[in-house]
């Protein structure tokens, strides 16, 4: 078993747009960063690749919104790093009946936090959108601010390169099998499938 001559503080197992953020966010913090992947780096085999994902302010779940308006400063933050755009910033547009549990959720989001918004009727939404939408009578439309798009596959390889400016040591092709206690010098030993021990 080849065992890898470097200590880490912090072994990241997953390079989709989470533990490649994480590998970012951490390795800025001055930790040592292992981030470990088991196919080839901005695969297409899980969730964090394409062209968009959407990004709103107000979510059902009002809880969100404090941790989006932090997300919003830590994407700037890492585009003015790269010196690309990755968000793109757009209207959110809902709709459903008016009765709609999530969506009266989303207009009572806007309402507490004050995020700026429109209700719309059958007829408003058909204006709005120059008659692309034909939603029922007893719909309506909800056009809320902030919302947008992520850029996916950029945004993962904006992650893996800062992690990389900062230090972060990334390994693809490396599926991890197993973690386990080291019981005499503390902390883990993390194993890979093709014999690697890190
Ligand atoms: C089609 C689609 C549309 C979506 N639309 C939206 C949207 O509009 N807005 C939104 O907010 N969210 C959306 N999501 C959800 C969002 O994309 C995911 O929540 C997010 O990408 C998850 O990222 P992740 O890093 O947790 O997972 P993943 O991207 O799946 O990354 C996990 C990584 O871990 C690796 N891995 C797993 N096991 C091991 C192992 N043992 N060893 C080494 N590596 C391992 C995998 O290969 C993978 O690369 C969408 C998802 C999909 C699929």
Same mark, same amino acid.
């Given at each position: 078993?080849?065992?890898?001559?470097?200590?880490?503080?912090?072994?990241?197992?997953?390079?989709?747009?989470?533990?490649?953020? #994480?590998?970012?966010?951490?390795?800025?913090?001055?930790?040592?960063?292992?981030?470990?992947?088991?196919?080839?780096?901005?695969?297409?085999?899980?969730?964090?690749?394409?062209?968009?994902? #959407?990004?709103?302010?107000?979510?059902?779940?009002?809880?969100?919104?404090?941790?989006?308006?932090?997300?919003?400063?830590?994407?700037?933050?890492?585009?003015?790093?790269?010196?690309?755009?990755?968000?793109?910033?757009?209207?959110?547009?809902?709709?459903g009946s008016s009765e709609d549990k999530r969506l009266r959720e989303v207009i009572a989001t806007c309402q507490k936090y004050s995020i700026p918004h429109e209700i719309l009727d059958r007829q408003q939404v058909s204006d709005k959108f120059s008659g692309s939408f034909d939603i029922p009578d007893n719909w309506v439309g909800v056009c809320s601010s902030d919302g947008g798009v992520i850029k996916a596959t950029k945004a993962v390889s904006m992650f893996q390169t800062l992690a990389l400016q900062n230090g972060t040591i990334l390994r693809d092709c490396m599926e991890v099998k197993d973690i386990r206690k080291d019981g005499v010098k503390g902390g883990v030993w993390v194993y890979a499938s093709n014999g690697e021990k890190f």
């Amino acid at each position: 078993m080849a065992v890898f001559r470097e200590e880490f503080d912090v072994i990241v197992v997953g390079a989709g747009v989470m533990g490649s953020s #994480t590998a970012y966010q951490v390795s800025k913090r001055g930790h040592k960063v292992l981030l470990l992947e088991q196919f080839d780096f901005l695969h297409m085999r899980g969730s964090s690749h394409g062209e968009s994902r #959407t990004i709103r302010l107000a979510y059902p779940e009002e809880y969100y919104y404090p941790m989006v308006m932090e997300s919003y400063k830590l994407w700037e933050e890492a585009e003015s790093h790269i010196g690309y755009k990755v968000y793109f910033k757009a209207q959110q547009f809902d709709m459903g009946s008016s009765e709609d549990k999530r969506l009266r959720e989303v207009i009572a989001t806007c309402q507490k936090y004050s995020i700026p918004h429109e209700i719309l009727d059958r007829q408003q939404v058909s204006d709005k959108f120059s008659g692309s939408f034909d939603i029922p009578d007893n719909w309506v439309g909800v056009c809320s601010s902030d919302g947008g798009v992520i850029k996916a596959t950029k945004a993962v390889s904006m992650f893996q390169t800062l992690a990389l400016q900062n230090g972060t040591i990334l390994r693809d092709c490396m599926e991890v099998k197993d973690i386990r206690k080291d019981g005499v010098k503390g902390g883990v030993w993390v194993y890979a499938s093709n014999g690697e021990k890190f």
